[in-house]
């Protein structure tokens, strides 16, 4: 089965841009997740989705990040405008709504923002 | 708030040795992952856990829970060079929607 897609897998930009994410789960996964990754951190959760509904965003700064799910599928991750702090690896990952999965997570291979 | 705290954060050992990686939580769950990273690479699955006593094992990792203590451990058996890698636990807020937090890694690296 094919697995999390994501793209760009690079971005460099200025800070002040906008920059988006695209990410395509595994067909069939209702759970989708976007982390922010650091380095030299653990990944950092954004927002979870469940089917086209938010679940958590918590940990998303609002005032410049956005996320949606249309149709449940696909989603996208925008930063808008991007800051310095923003440079990081931005992980999509997604997981079964069935018991016996226990939502574990399969990730995608990132997208790496660079804010100059 | 849960918090996950992973220890050590930085791990170089020698090839054939033997080593546990520890990971405390601080709030009630019932859910508990292991994932391994490589270099520049995405985050691979590598054991979930569900239930107090729980014990997996994949080669030469073994990974345990005791959601008494709410710990966990990555116990590595006589590392490989091929092991070298940061390892993750997280955790899952029990309550239904199973939001995760991740510990800060453990960066492992096995010397030949």
């Known amino acids: 089965e094919a697995g999390v897609a994501q793209s760009p897998r690079y971005k460099i930009i200025e800070k002040r841009q906008s920059v988006a994410f695209w990410c395509n789960p595994i067909?069939?996964?209702?759970?989708l997740y976007w982390y922010q990754q650091i380095l030299g951190q653990g990944p950092k959760l954004l927002i979870q989705?469940?089917?086209?509904?938010?679940?958590?965003d918590s940990q998303l700064p609002k005032d410049r990040f956005s996320a949606e799910r249309l149709k449940g599928v696909d989603s996208t991750l925008k930063i808008q405008p991007a800051k310095l702090e923003d440079s990081a690896v931005y992980l999509c990952?997604?997981?079964?709504?069935?018991?016996?999965?226990?939502?574990?997570?399969?990730f995608g291979p990132g997208t790496r923002l660079t804010v100059l | 708030e849960l918090k996950v705290e992973q220890n050590p954060l930085f791990l170089s050992m020698q090839e054939g040795k033997n080593y546990t990686i520890y990971c405390n939580y601080s709030?009630?769950?019932?859910?508990l992952y292991w994932y391994r990273q490589d270099p520049g690479k995405s985050l691979e699955s590598l054991f979930v856990?569900?239930?107090?006593?729980a014990v997996k094992q994949e080669g030469r990792l073994m990974a345990s829970l005791d959601t008494k203590a709410r710990l966990s451990t990555l116990h590595i058996t006589a590392a490989v060079h091929d092991l070298s890698a940061t390892y993750f636990c997280?955790?899952?807020?029990?309550?239904?929607?199973?939001?995760?937090?991740f510990g800060r890694g453990t960066s492992l690296i096995v010397h030949p």
């Open positions: 067909s069939g996964h209702a759970t």
């Open positions: 856990l569900l239930s107090n006593g």
């Open positions: 990952a997604s997981s079964s709504r069935l018991a016996t999965d226990y939502n574990e997570q399969f």
């Open positions: 997280a955790v899952a807020r029990s309550g239904g929607s199973y939001i995760p937090t």
């Open positions: 989705f469940q089917n086209n509904g938010v679940v958590d």
């Open positions: 709030t009630t769950s019932d859910r």
